[in-house]
């Protein structure tokens, strides 16, 4: 079984709609993230789990806001979702005890705002 | 800020040449660096990490360097196969921002028959 899963793997909502993507993992990691990839862009960091009382805002937090709802949960939610949130996303885990600690990624969330 | 700049791609090449992806970062501290590969439909896995300069971290017959004096972490295998054919991203996590990855574009290695 995969250690970091995310669902829905493909979604295809419209402009306005509010969306919930969420992510799981079994691996016991402290920290979560949340990523999207666009086309020659690489990832950009949209939020940031230290512990299940620590959020933060990435790099492009606009339009996003997430919930840890415990250490194995993460969930990226678009409240008014709009055409250019079509992307790729990701979510990560890591320890945070380890040095130069490893980030786990899942397989994706392909998004689609019509 | 911390920025990592990588060769753009695609990079096409035949079976068993030698591949080299350029990587080069700006940070103001000490950072972890790192090569994540995306095979097609996949999510990013680590291929190979540096900690420290002067590490030299190595996987599935890929090598970087960590490279102090120049801010480089180049990635090269001798002889690549097929299966090498994905998105390479090259990144760096540093301590002071709480260890969140900063990443390259990514490369697109195309490797043929």
């Known amino acids: 079984d995969a250690d970091v899963t995310q669902t829905p793997r493909n979604r295809i909502t419209k402009t306005g709609k509010r969306i919930m993507l969420e992510c799981s993992q079994t691996k016991g990691h402290d920290r979560m993230y949340w990523y999207r990839q666009d086309p020659g862009l690489g990832l950009q960091l949209i939020y940031y789990?230290?512990?299940?009382?620590?959020?933060n805002k990435g790099e492009i937090s606009d339009g996003y806001s997430v919930s840890r709802q415990a250490q194995a949960k993460f969930s990226l939610s678009l409240e008014s979702a709009i055409p250019n949130q079509t992307a790729l996303y990701f979510c990560?885990?890591?320890?945070?005890?380890?040095?130069?600690?490893?980030?786990?990624f899942g397989p994706g969330t392909r998004l689609l705002v019509l | 800020g911390d920025s990592v700049t990588q060769m753009e791609g695609p990079v096409t090449l035949s079976e068993e040449a030698f591949l080299t992806i350029n990587c080069t970062y700006t940070?103001?501290?000490?950072?972890?660096l790192f090569w994540y590969v995306q095979y097609p439909g996949e999510g990013l896995q680590l291929l190979l990490k540096?900690?420290?300069?002067?590490d030299k971290g190595s996987n599935k017959g890929f090598e970087a360097t960590y490279r102090k004096e120049t801010t480089s972490f180049h990635l090269e295998k001798g002889s690549v196969q097929v299966s090498d054919s994905a998105v390479y991203f090259c990144?760096?996590?540093?301590?002071?921002?709480?260890?969140?990855?900063?990443f390259g574009g990514g490369t697109r290695v195309l490797v043929k028959p």
């Open positions: 789990s230290f512990d299940v009382k620590d959020i």
């Open positions: 990144a760096l996590s540093e301590g002071a921002a709480g260890n969140k990855l900063t």
């Open positions: 990560a885990t890591s320890d945070s005890q380890t040095r130069g600690e490893t980030q786990y």
């Open positions: 940070a103001t501290g000490y950072p972890s």
């Open positions: 540096a900690t420290k300069a002067d």
